[in-house]
């Protein structure tokens, strides 16, 4: 079989859709870091549907900050990909869409050679530099915010400017470069699932920016700019079989397609330090303040997303769609939405919240993505205070009881005795897991209690101020001490009957 690569794109099948603009014509208008499956099924996607428009200045050098795997594998593709849309039909088969992206026109690994990164944010056509390093890639502090100086990679890049490894360093030492060599100011943009993820790129970025030479630093803040945005598309890792199964329907080899659900929503500030392409054109809205889609989306999607995360991985249901298949959890899931995330929402024109959440439930049942329940888990530490915690703070502060917010916290304090029900043992994926498995033995693996639960709550980096609070602490230990002696399938029944 043939390796996918621009020389073959003529004998594709007609059903999949390719790039019909002139590649070679391409220049790099975008450096994107992090370059995995989520930018290359989103951000990508919205810039092909530019380019296919005719306005060619928007190739992407793709960056992988650790791994050359990416590189490795697209490379010797002309860095070209296939993107597979997957649903269901009205039969519940599954079926894919599949399309051939170009927009990405060279590969870096970072560690291999940190010059050729900086020379891609330093160089004139640049516009752009783009962002995916999940929440733990800004060396920050989830709780509060703010960049960790003391981050071995934020203090190994002051150290050593010249080869930074971390996403903030790469940028600051990139724009220095870039003022030196005299070219225009840049957009920094975070795509990553944080609230007011523009502010925090760019407090970080001045931060360190700080550290290393004031005047850059006031220079960055007067010139550049960080739109903030909320994306969304449901993107799972791609597996073996995902690759075989697109390699087969194209006729030609794919090392490393990436999946999506039809789904896509993009609203981004129209912010911009100089143009930026029109993403509207693949979907995108360029709006005046991203902060309400971000809260609703944070809170809804991900929010919910890690509440199956930890609830189903307990009890042993693998992906997304089997467990939202579970008539308590969905119920439990539907009604957490209803009645404790969506009276937290401010109002958004033409947003019909029962719609949008009779839409994610259908989302979470695709049955073609098997999105495994355990990708979503980890990481917590990073995730909990923008999904569930911010939602937990506003009915708090109002008087209002949490018992099925209390129980996604819970699960996810549970889950990190590392077995699940079926008494099968899994690594905690979190850059805080040490800390953490040891906090739980030491304090819930003797048993759920008041104190145990207090002790877990004082764990200031996730939990900052909730530490103490009487009521949260009472909702966890109902949920916990269920989750312990009953499990997960019965505790979704008790708090269904209320
Ligand atoms: C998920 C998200 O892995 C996770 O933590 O909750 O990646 C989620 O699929 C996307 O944000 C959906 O837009």
């Not at 603009?21 to 208008?29: H, P, V």
């Not at 560690?111 to 920050?140: F, M, W």
């Not at 439930?361 to 205070?385: C, E």
Request: glycine letters at 8%.
């Amino acid at each position: 079989m043939n390796r996918l690569h621009s020389q073959h794109l003529a004998t594709l099948p007609s059903e999949v859709a390719r790039p019909t603009y002139d590649r070679t014509a391409l220049k790099t208008g975008i450096v994107h870091l992090g370059i995995g499956a989520f930018m290359r099924a989103h951000l990508a996607a919205a810039t092909e549907a530019a380019l296919a428009a005719g306005d060619l200045r928007w190739g992407i050098v793709g960056v992988s900050l650790r791994q050359p795997d990416t590189r490795d594998a697209l490379e010797p593709q002309d860095c070209l990909y296939t993107l597979a849309i997957r649903d269901a039909d009205a039969q519940g088969q599954p079926r894919q869409r599949l399309q051939v992206i170009g927009a990405v026109r060279s590969l870096l690994v970072a560690p291999e050679n940190p010059q050729a990164v900086l020379d891609a944010i330093a160089a004139a056509d640049t516009r752009i530099v783009s962002l995916t390093v999940t929440e733990k890639g800004y060396c920050h502090d989830p709780a509060t915010g703010a960049l960790r100086l003391d981050h071995p990679d934020i203090a190994h890049d002051l150290a050593h400017p010249a080869a930074p490894r971390s996403a903030i360093g790469m940028l600051v030492v990139g724009l220095q470069l870039r003022h030196a060599r005299g070219h225009g100011p840049l957009t920094l943009m975070s795509l990553d699932n944080l609230p007011a993820n523009g502010r925090v790129l760019r407090g970080a970025v001045l931060r360190f920016a700080e550290a290393v030479d004031p005047a850059l630093a006031q220079r960055i803040a007067a010139e550049c700019r960080f739109p903030c945005s909320m994306v969304d598309r449901i993107v799972p890792r791609t597996t073996d079989a995902d690759r075989a199964a697109v390699s087969q329907a194209l006729g030609c080899e794919d090392r490393w397609p990436v999946l999506g659900e039809p789904f896509f929503d993009w609203a981004v500030e129209d912010h911009f330090a100089a143009d930026r392409p029109d993403w509207t054109l693949g979907g995108a809205r360029f709006v005046a303040d991203a902060e309400p889609f971000e809260r609703l989306k944070l809170r809804m999607v991900n929010g919910t997303h890690s509440s199956i995360a930890y609830l189903g991985a307990m009890a042993g249901w693998q992906t997304v769609d089997k467990a939202i298949a579970q008539a308590p959890l969905r119920e439990h899931i539907e009604a957490l939405m209803r009645d404790e995330i969506e009276p937290t929402l401010a109002e958004l024109p033409g947003l019909d919240l029962p719609a949008y959440r009779a839409n994610l439930l259908a989302r979470y049942a695709n049955p073609a993505l098997a999105h495994r329940t355990q990708q979503i888990a980890m990481d917590g530490s990073q995730k909990l205070p923008q999904r569930l915690l911010g939602t937990v703070r506003d009915r708090l502060a109002a008087g209002l009881p949490v018992p099925r917010m209390a129980l996604g916290i819970a699960a996810w304090m549970h889950y990190l005795r590392g077995v699940d029900e079926l008494g099968r043992p899994y690594p905690i994926d979190d850059p805080q897991a040490t800390e953490l498995t040891a906090l739980h033995q030491h304090t819930l693996g003797q048993g759920a209690s008041i104190d145990a639960v207090q002790a877990m709550l004082s764990y200031a980096p996730v939990f900052g101020d909730l530490a103490g609070n009487a009521p949260l602490a009472a909702a966890l230990l109902k949920a916990l001490q269920s989750l312990q002696t009953r499990g997960v399938q019965a505790t979704l029944v008790a708090v269904n009957r209320g």
